[in-house]
Each structure stands twice: as C-alpha cells, then as structure tokens.
T-cell receptor
C-alpha cells in the first residue's frame, strides 16, 4: 500500500536557523513526489515536483532533494514568513489509479524572530 | 497567473441537506481532482475527472457524486449531509494531456454541517 510519512510533526526554529524536513515514502512506481506549503484554512500552494532519485530543485530559501526512499526539504536561514505546514505527497503508478496524490500528515513549521 | 477557482468559499448546511461545490480549473487544464481535508488532517483524495470522464475514485461516500462539464469545470454534489462531512474541500487541476502531472489547488470550500 502506498504510504507517506513526514517528520518531524512540528518544528520550531529561530529566524536564520537552518533545518531539514523529511518525507519517507513507499509507493508502487513513483510518478512524482510533490512538496506543498499550506497556511491555515487555505489551499496547498505548490512548491516543487521531483521525478527521479538524485534530482534537486531550489526556490529562494528552500531546496528539495529526492532519493529512492525519501525526500528532504532543506530550509536555509528561514524567516518568520516561512511559518506554515509543509506537505509531501506522492503520485504512484500502482493499482487504484495512478494520478491521485497521497499526502503525508505534514510538518508544522514555526519560525520565531 | 490564473488559479483554480472554487465557490462558494464558505457553506453552512443542516444535517440531511444537500450541497453543491463548484470548481473552475486553470485554463487549458483538462484534469480535475477533489480532496477532503478534515481538521488537523492531510487532504484525502475523493475523485478525479479527465476530459469529462471519471478517471479515478478514492474514499468518496456513495452520498456524494461529481461530474466534469464541457467547459471543464466540475461540481461535487453532496446529499444527506452528516456532521462528519464538515471539512475543507479542495479542488485541484492539472494538464494530463501535456504530461504535466503537478496538481494546483484552489482556495477550498469550508463546509460546516450543523
């Protein structure tokens, strides 16, 4: 069964304190791994898509990497406006449909000044 | 850039009533997905449509139905509402025909069943 596990559940950082969020996955035939940012009561905002092991993508203070079993979202010198829940999702090619996203429970990030 | 549009943004219904949620995908996107997100939970896939045909089905109750119209907008119809249906309902869209799998989410409809 396709599964996504994110850790930690919650993370508190001081402004400027870099860290990483982890997303471990089990999926039949990975078609893509996605990172989203979600603010309370709002829709998930797309950040990155990763398709194959070894791939990396960057956007401002964020960098996403992918291996065959997990993905990391590295946050460099975070600012308070980076506070949000970060969701990891996978799209697999197994039975039950190939295009739905399976989400992890998310990491709630709080960055304090 | 144009985003996914959902309406209404907020909806309050009584138990056993019906509700219709609407989703307008990003222009030229041909695939629409519906997700349900309960309080403190991750989004759960309900159903998807590609080129107006049902593409995939997840944990959607039999009381719910959905369709995609010729202009690619989609509607989620919910009947015999229960208290447990209170949640955020998100629509997402993508362009499968252009092999772009990334799903872009709308702002959501917050449904409260009393």
């Amino acid at each position: 069964e396709d599964q996504v596990t994110q850790s930690p559940e919650a993370l508190r950082l001081q402004e400027g304190e870099s860290s990483s969020l982890n997303c471990s996955y089990t999926v039949s035939g990975l078609r893509g791994l996605f990172w989203y940012r979600q603010d309370p009561g709002k829709g998930p905002e797309f950040l990155f898509t990763l398709y194959s092991a070894g791939e990396e993508k960057e956007k401002e203070r964020l960098k996403a990497t992918l291996t065959k079993k997990e993905s990391f979202l590295h946050i460099t010198a975070p600012k308070p406006e980076d506070s949000a829940t970060y969701l990891c999702a996978v799209q697999g090619g197994g039975s039950g449909g190939y295009n739905k996203l399976i989400f992890g429970a998310g990491t709630r990030l709080a960055v304090h000044p | 850039a144009a985003g996914v549009i959902q309406s209404p943004r907020h909806l309050i219904k009584e138990k056993r009533e019906t509700a219709t949620l609407k989703c307008y995908p990003i222009p030229r996107h041909d695939t629409v997905y519906w997700y349900q997100q309960g309080p403190g939970q991750d989004p759960q896939f309900l159903i998807s449509f590609y080129e107006k045909m049902q593409s995939d089905k997840g944990s959607i109750p039999d009381r719910f139905s959905a369709q995609q119209f010729s202009d690619y907008h989609s509607e989620l119809n919910m009947s015999s509402l229960e208290l447990g249906d209170s949640a955020l309902y998100f629509c997402a869209s993508s362009s499968r025909s252009r092999n772009r799998e990334t799903q872009y989410f709308g702002p959501g409809t917050r449904l409260l069943v009393l």
